[in-house]
């Protein structure tokens, strides 16, 4: 199955030919896992309970166990992620309070380890 093409924080993209551009495999099942946990609870109105909300935390007190239960209920909701083995995740924030996440987990459909880093700032 394919999605179109979005990396996070950026616009649809368009292929060679000028039509919207899809996704598909690992790839796809990264920007799947990257929106659930990059969009906030509420924002998909039809799935009022979509989404982790992880910018919530940015310039908050340290707290990366709380986050990090927070990612593994999330991706147990992700089709795209093998929950045999556990996906493993390590959060750690620099001395600005910016978030560093990096998961390492199966893709359900390929079978392969898959390793998504991602970094979540404030922005001003």
């Known amino acids: 199955m394919n999605d ?20 598909s495999g690992a790839l796809r099942a990264q920007q799947r896992v990257l929106r659930r946990l990059l969009t906030n609870p509420g924002e998909y109105i039809w799935q009022p309970q979509y989404g982790a909300g992880l910018a919530q935390f940015v310039g908050q007190p340290a707290n990366p166990l709380q986050i990090e239960a927070i990612i593994r209920t999330q991706l147990a909701k992700e089709s795209a992620v093998a929950q045999t083995p556990a996906p493993t995740i390590d959060v750690s924030y620099d001395t600005l309070g910016a978030i560093a996440v990096m998961i390492s987990y199966v893709d359900a459909a390929s079978g392969q380890t898959q390793l998504l880093s991602f970094g979540i700032r404030n922005p001003s």
């Open 4 to 23: 179109l093409f979005q990396q996070w924080g950026n616009d649809l993209s368009v292929d060679a030919r000028g039509d919207l551009a899809l996704v």
